[in-house]
């Protein structure tokens, strides 16, 4: 322990790193009325984290070619040892990124804690969100399956429906007219290499917002609700009386940790395929497609949207706008009011586009 | 003391917990890196006499390493490794000089695998000959 300590020592009087603890850890208070859905930030990151520890691993044996993709996937998945579980841990965490991600986004809506100061915390989440179901949609190429060929095509095809350049867009981003070799070049350099570091840079923004706001009040159980922020100079939100970051929301973000690993690892070893159609077992035929196929879950309404509207464009629009809308949620709702069970109009809005969400891809499911 | 040891004991509990959990998560990780069994080249390779001329060398592999043969002008023949001792460069043969130079220190051997000059700090490991007819086997 002394050796620890001048350790500690030695690096404190050349950086003060103890000042750096105090500031940001020790001294660092959150509200006192914080919950568990506040954990969800950390539950990503380590989630984040998992994915790039297990991509690199994936990468050392995977080969990104048409003819051997499909063959290097197999060989981990069957000769390598604990290949699987690494290809498993993998496959499955980018879901539960999905997953985690929504309930991140529900918990902010929610809570209202998008409202002013904090609208560039909820658009660079945001754009967080597409770039994970982006980085998502190009992994799912990668095994060169059947599934993968006829998602990878069906999502790239629905690109046709913006007039004009749409044709060319989905060659583009095919690399040719047809989904194929070229298709895995490009998504694989935008899988591993693109996204993640547009990811990693966006976290880091992410935090940095979240770091100069400070951390926003839950508005349950507080008698005052409406937003206190004035608009008349920059205000950091503190929490004076609040709970230290460390070790008090420390270990309740591990514990939040903790939980989803069992989450986590109970699908892993206990049904590792529940995101695994039988085509995914079956290597890609340009010349064969499946019946049935469908998106990942979470792009289920999405392709649901597309089918229901007579017009590709209009299905593409529909969806266009929403995103949109959602984007920019805090610059449309200027409402001061954060609990949301004063706020009706919110909540019909809110649970009702829940409901929608889920009705849509429950019904993409068995459509 | 009590408390203190009621403390000393749950964070022994602690530590022990999160190396058991460490080492659960390593174990599965190494044996992922760790290296794959290959098909290594047979330990015996046999050559046709008439592919060795006088005063040639022929670079095979045996046993997943590199190994030559040279036929020296008067036909004794000598099998090696082809891996310098420096720092593992594989030599080359220089047909006229009838010597063994690595390109990459400049290490300098005879035909027979013994240090001329340069930093090589041991002979090329020589290797067994046999012929019958006709054919060479080395290994």
């Known amino acids: ?367 | 003391m009590a408390s203190n040891g009621r403390r000393t004991f749950l964070g022994a509990c602690l530590g022990g917990l999160a190396a058991a959990a460490a080492a659960v998560t390593a174990w599965p990780v190494y044996r992922y890196l760790a290296p794959r069994p290959v098909a290594t080249t047979a330990a015996k390779v046999d050559i046709p006499a008439k592919d060795v001329p006088e005063g040639e060398a022929k670079f095979f592999d045996l046993g997943g390493t590199s190994a030559v043969l040279v036929r020296k002008r008067g036909g004794e023949l000598i099998a090696l490794s082809a891996v310098c001792t420096h720092l593992g460069c594989i030599v080359q043969w220089e047909k006229s000089k009838q010597d063994f130079l690595c390109p990459c220190h400049g290490g300098l051997y005879t035909a027979e695998g013994a240090v001329v000059s340069g930093p090589p700090p041991k002979p090329l490991t020589k290797l067994p000959v046999t012929v019958a007819n006709g054919i060479i086997t080395v290994g």
Request: aromatic residues 16%.
């Open chain 1, 1 to 367: 322990m002394a050796l620890f300590k001048r350790l500690i020592d030695w690096i404190d009087v050349r950086i003060g790193a103890r000042e750096i603890v105090a500031k940001e850890l020790t001294g660092y208070l959150l509200p006192r009325t914080i919950n568990t859905w506040y954990s969800m930030g950390s539950i990503l990151l380590f989630i984040f984290a998992l994915q790039v520890v297990t991509g690199i691993l994936l990468l050392i044996y995977y080969v990104p070619d048409a003819d051997k993709a499909f063959k290097s996937v197999t060989y981990i998945m069957n000769q390598v040892p604990f290949g699987w579980l690494i290809r498993m841990c993998h496959a499955v965490g980018s879901n539960m990124m999905v997953l985690v991600l929504l309930f991140h986004m529900l918990s902010v809506l929610f809570m209202n804690s998008y409202k002013s100061p904090r609208e560039l915390n909820w658009l660079t989440g945001f754009i967080l969100f597409t770039l994970v179901q982006g980085i998502s949609l190009t992994g799912y190429l990668l095994p060169w399956s059947q599934l993968s060929f006829w998602a990878t095509t069906v999502a790239t095809n629905s690109v046709s429906a913006i007039p004009v350049v749409g044709q060319y867009l989905v060659e583009f981003l095919r690399g040719g007219k047809l989904v194929g070799p070229p298709t895995l070049g490009r998504f694989f350099a935008l899988h591993v290499a693109l996204i993640p570091a547009g990811i990693a840079a966006l976290v880091g923004a992410h935090l940095f917002l979240l770091q100069r706001t400070g951390v926003s009040t839950p508005p349950f159980g507080q008698k005052e609700t409406a937003n206190q922020w004035q608009g008349d100079g920059y205000r950091y939100e503190s929490h004076p009386g609040g709970i230290p970051f460390f070790p008090n929301y420390a270990l309740e973000d591990l514990r939040s940790i903790f939980i989803y690993l069992a989450c986590f690892l109970a699908v892993v070893f206990f049904d590792p395929y529940l995101f695994f159609p039988r085509d995914a077992f079956l290597p890609a035929n340009p010349l064969q497609t499946p019946a049935h196929i469908k998106p990942e879950w979470y792009f289920l309404a999405n392709y649901q949207t597309l089918k229901i509207f007579p017009s590709e464009f209009l299905g593409l629009a529909v969806q266009g706008a929403g995103m949109t809308f959602l984007a920019l949620l805090p610059f449309i709702d200027r409402s001061k009011e954060r609990h949301p069970l004063k706020r009706p109009l919110f909540m019909v809005c809110a649970v009702g586009g829940i409901l929608l969400w889920i009705g849509l891809t429950v019904w993409g499911h068995y459509s």
